[in-house]
């Protein structure tokens, strides 16, 4: 393990340097965000022209710190930086968050070059320049200037765009999406997408990695280290710059090389890397994913009570490679005996929209504890005869009763006001629910195309 | 204009045979449904055990009616109902809605020919069966047994599924989506998609049809007729039974045949038709439509406070035919005077994230007041120097200001719950306001590409 990029993570003391005593000044957010988030080590605000900032004593400049500095975020304008990070070295400290900007962004690459030759001469690692900063739950270590409370989780978020980033840092808690870390990654100087995955790889607190990438400058590293982290945990990514129109845009971005497309989409899959084409299809899947067990065999059963959702569903899930065989005989036996005569008894299992509540999530739960079933994909209408509360409300205590899920279970809930807070339900018991039939389809084929490529690969080290 | 199609639409008065005294039952809720929704006209209940439901006078059967009956929903036992269909013919119904099953859907053809054959010969068009029945809020009709308030508004939907069409009926209320009609298909025994596009082609309260179709009986006709209305206004198809698992859901779901998908979907392209992959696309769109001016000409212009959201936007447009050319020059100087000076005034124009709310509004307005820019997509990160509330109110003001939109407007605003507020604010205005910035992306693609579609076919006329 890298002792930079592990002291990114968890250091016992961090600094800021430009830290400021006005409200909305990056330098005042970033040392807000520390304390309210509960960082529980040693906190130096460094400032030539504060004494005290937020309670906290200022020191007019690094070497002045009394103790050791593990981690060091730069918040000065970016002629400076290097000296900061020469000061840094002095302190023994081992990684910096470079917040700063106008390095090679604004094609200022020398300045770039610089700070990370004075990175390297004293062994500290880089996370930036151009950054928004980093979370690492774990750790209670929230030193951005993004949102203060993120829901802590399992889904660890890499971006390279800022505003985009902190934006989406906000959805996440909209969303109940939990993270484990969210690290902005800036022109990417010295710490790559391949040094925090082979952190996250390992990190026991993370079950999924999430990435917006706009290009990579070591394509083959960041897919060798990807090739073992996917066969422990799903990676997904969003690439951008996926057109020509759009690599241009990515240039004038973060004067990242877009590349070749088709490139990046077959290394991806060589490596098990899971590319998602919109950011809702990404963050769908990593809640999909941070919330159920792996898919390792077996049937997926679909059931439905809207025969039009069960096709739209059917659909999706093909289209993604995801074929549907008859359910098994026992759950047809089963459910046959309680459900209306002119249910349709196929691959989906249409309950028909005259069965009640209670009806639904009894077939729902017949398939799930049936041993042939590996996964329920349950498509639910609202309808007059039903309340989406009470279905998610009795599927909650179904799967808790069970002694929790033992393979995937994914929801959608179409209709009304009372789908909306059902769905809210669901989510917050972990059982991964979407107001779109083709929303939940695609997680459950992404979920369950995953789990055959790590048994694929598992079988393939074994054999 | 076909008398019985238009009866179903605007009829002087409805008959419900099969009317119920007990809330829950179907009987029951479709009168409730036209009461609460306000019909003006005449409403019969037809029952022959009660004397009166929910206030009104009920008759023992339909020829004991004192008045005349433009309009006969009929629930009551699939054997019976041909014979309710001769009383209609006798009190000279133009239309029946026969909300019953067990026809077709069931493998019961000959019940569903005698249907038909009765009804021809009384001269009645039938709506179903098998379905759950139809609202055109400009008549105050709400003639089903989903929910009783819909938004009224200029999106006429049109369902193969009962359950589903219910449940996406819920929705429109909650996203706010606006409805001249919702109307339930079912089996297609007499009218289907073509009459009710033929009238609703003309009808001047509706803007977009949007229609879940999983097969059509006469292919030939539909195009015809579509290729007509979509010279118009747009029409949105969702397609099931795009793969052949789907196909063979649909069969056992509705009995149609799916067909070839690539048929459908040249024949659409065709006809103008506007294909929608998934029902949240469908409805995206649907919204942009309805709220919208056509797009005529002139340059699209993105506008962004986020490098990464930028991208991919520009690489969905791109990805749907929309190709983007440098900002015109007059925008670009006007711009310049206060943006920041590493802002990109490409296209997208990044403002950069460090622009303020009043910056992110004017940037928008003066792309939008250019005389060369035809269509603007605004693209918004939450960051902590802007308040999402304040740009959509601004945004509301200053549109409203300048006389209302004369050209498409999209916005996407991404980020956590204020974002979500000032979403629904922009849609409240009728600019149509999205989540995620592939989705406005997506939306604006559609409208631009339809405007298009219009301008040549209407050149192909002229010239």
Chains 1, 2 share one sequence.
Not at 134 to 149: C, D, K, Q
Not at 154 to 164: D, M, P, Y
Request: include cysteine; proline fraction near 6%; glycine fraction near 10%.
């Amino acid at each position: 393990m890298d002792e930079g990029v592990k002291a990114l993570f968890e250091p016992r003391s961090v600094a800021v340097v430009g830290a400021s005593r006005h409200p909305g000044k990056i330098g005042y957010e970033i040392l807000n965000n520390l304390i309210e988030y509960g960082f529980p080590g040693k906190i130096y605000p460094i400032n030539p022209k504060a004494e005290e900032i937020l309670g906290l004593k200022v020191y007019p400049r690094l070497s002045e710190v009394p103790g050791t500095v593990d981690l060091v975020v730069v918040s000065v304008p970016a002629r400076i930086v290097p000296d900061v990070i020469d000061e840094a070295g002095k302190v023994g400290a081992k990684a910096a968050v470079v917040i700063a900007s106008g390095f090679k962004e604004v094609g200022n690459e020398e300045l770039e070059e610089e700070l990370v030759k004075r990175a390297r001469k004293h062994g500290i690692r880089v996370l930036g320049p151009n950054v928004f900063g980093i979370v690492y739950a774990p750790s209670r270590l929230n030193a951005s200037f993004g949102p203060t409370h993120v829901i802590p989780g399992s889904v660890a978020f890499i971006t390279q765009s800022g505003a985009l980033g902190i934006a989406l840092m906000g959805m996440t808690i909209v969303e109940r999406i939990g993270v484990s870390a969210i690290i902005s990654i800036g022109n990417k100087a010295d710490i790559d997408d391949a040094d925090l995955l082979e952190y996250l790889g390992e990190d026991p607190r993370t079950r999924v990695i999430l990435i917006y990438m706009e290009g990579v400058r070591d394509g083959r590293r960041f897919m060798e280290v990807a090739k073992e982290v996917t066969k422990k945990k799903p990676v997904i990514v969003i690439k951008a710059g996926k057109t020509e129109a759009g690599a241009r845009a990515v240039a004038s971005h973060t004067g990242s090389l877009a590349g070749n497309v088709k490139i990046y989409s077959t290394a991806f899959r060589q490596a098990g890397v899971i590319e998602a084409m919109t950011v809702e299809e990404a963050f769908d899947w990593a809640r999909a994913f941070s919330y159920l067990p792996r898919y390792e065999d077996g049937k997926l059963v679909l059931v439905t009570n809207g025969g039009g959702a069960g096709v739209l569903s059917t659909d999706m899930l093909v289209s993604r490679g995801v074929r549907l065989s008859p359910p098994p005989k026992s759950l047809v036996e089963k459910v046959r005996e309680y459900l209306p005569s002119f249910a349709s008894l196929g691959n989906p299992i249409d309950v028909t929209g005259q069965i009640s509540s209670e009806g639904f999530v009894r077939a729902v739960m017949d398939a799930l504890n049936n041993d042939e079933v590996g996964a329920v994909l349950a498509i639910y209408c609202q309808t007059a005869v039903t309340d989406p509360m009470l279905i998610a409300s009795k599927l909650v205590e179904s799967v808790d009763l069970s002694g929790g899920l033992r393979k995937p279970l994914i929801v959608t809930m179409i209709g009304g006001e009372e789908t909306y807070w059902a769905i809210q339900r669901l989510n917050k018991a972990r059982i991964p629910a979407y107001p779109m039939p083709e929303r939940a389809a695609a997680a459950m084929a992404t979920v369950i195309n995953y789990g055959r490529y790590v048994s694929r690969v598992r079988n393939l080290r074994n054999g």
